[in-house]
């Protein structure tokens, strides 16, 4: 394609805290490397429909402790189809964008990377999800703010949880992931996390009842992933109301009340150094990675190994949860 002189870069997907300190580094990186940037809105929706606008380093002023993402997101089902892409790549190519810059999750990715291949586009990837599910990358953007919300909600369920010597679920988002869960229920204290990853392995409600919850205890927290697999926190209660019908049970879904917020201290450098590190990327002519962490150092994962591959939970974490909830 030749020189990279402009960048477009959009938000897709479920929105994240850090979203707009990412926006911020891509943008201003960008400029500090002579490039243009153009914003797109609602995500490949705005690719398709022509929504984009040029930025400059004001328009990402006092944005990096907003949470939600000053670019918008959308879901578009026109994207999905080859004559939507076929219309983006026309918008993209008539607004002189000659590289993109994607921030979001899986699907996010996905949807990149189909486009990098049909159209010959750079695309680069920013791993922007509390789900923290993506291959490669340590951490991702929005991650930690997500799991500093929960362990502040359940610090509150538990005062009503002690007062009336309850049984309360508290269901967390996730999707096919159990980081939020069991990371969650490490940092708040929980008696224990019912997560997907474990679900085919184990009954874990009758693993955490067997284990004797109420032998020193006169209140119980467990955290529920949000998850087909798990069936989520109302199909547990249901089970212990129809089975141990001696507890009071009570469910919090928090839901999307974990997407809000001013990101962490550690999610704004996160997506400052990814977002700075996704123009390195392009002035190095890398092309259709996501850009990651991994042991405090910034790593290119293909889009290949990052969505097809599964990030696995680390079974010591487990352990750790089990050993400290006696």
């Known amino acids: 394609m030749g020189a990279v002189k402009c960048i477009g870069i959009l938000t897709s997907g479920g929105d994240a805290p850090g979203m707009n300190a990412a926006i911020r580094a ?70 002189n964008i000659d590289a993109l810059v994607v921030i979001g999750g899986d699907g996010s990715l996905t949807g990149a990377r189909i486009f990098a291949q049909e159209f010959d586009v750079p695309c680069i990837g920013l791993p922007g999800t509390i789900d923290n599910d993506l291959y490669g990358t340590d951490t991702t953007i929005g991650y930690d703010t997500a799991l500093n919300t929960i362990i502040e909600a359940v610090d509150k369920i538990r005062d009503t949880a002690t007062s009336h010597e309850r049984l309360f679920f508290v269901e967390v988002m996730g999707r096919d992931a159990g980081f939020l869960a069991l990371n969650g229920a490490i940092a708040s204290g929980a008696e224990a996390a019912i997560i997907p990853e474990f679900s085919t392995e184990v009954d874990q ?15 119980s927290i467990v955290i529920v992933a949000e998850s087909e697999v798990t069936g989520g926190a109302m199909h547990y209660a249901e089970r212990v109301k129809n089975e141990y019908p001696q507890y009071d049970v009570r469910v919090t879904i928090l839901g999307h009340l974990q997407r809000g917020g001013s990101p962490t201290a550690h999610d704004r450098i996160l997506a400052s150094r990814l977002g700075a590190a996704a123009i390195d990327a ?45």
Request: charged share 30%; aromatic share 8%; with cysteine.
């Open 26 to 95: 891509v943008t201003r990186s960008a400029i500090y490397n002579g490039l243009q940037v153009k914003g797109i809105y609602r995500g490949y929706r705005g690719l398709v429909t022509g929504e984009i606008k040029e930025f400059k380093s004001q328009n990402v002023s006092n944005i990096i402790q907003q949470g939600g993402t000053i670019l918008k997101t959308a879901r578009c089902q026109e994207f999905m189809t080859p004559e939507g892409r076929k219309l983006a790549y026309e918008n993209m190519k008539a607004e």
């Open 282 to 326: 392009i002035m190095e002519d890398q092309r259709n990675v996501m850009i990651g962490i991994e042991n405090d150092e910034i790593v290119y994962i293909p889009f290949s190994k990052a969505i097809k591959n599964d990030k696995p939970i680390k079974r010591q974490l487990v352990s750790v949860l089990k050993e400290l909830s006696i």
């Open 205 to 219: 409600l009758e693993e955490f009842i067997k284990n004797g919850f109420r032998k020193s205890k006169n209140s």
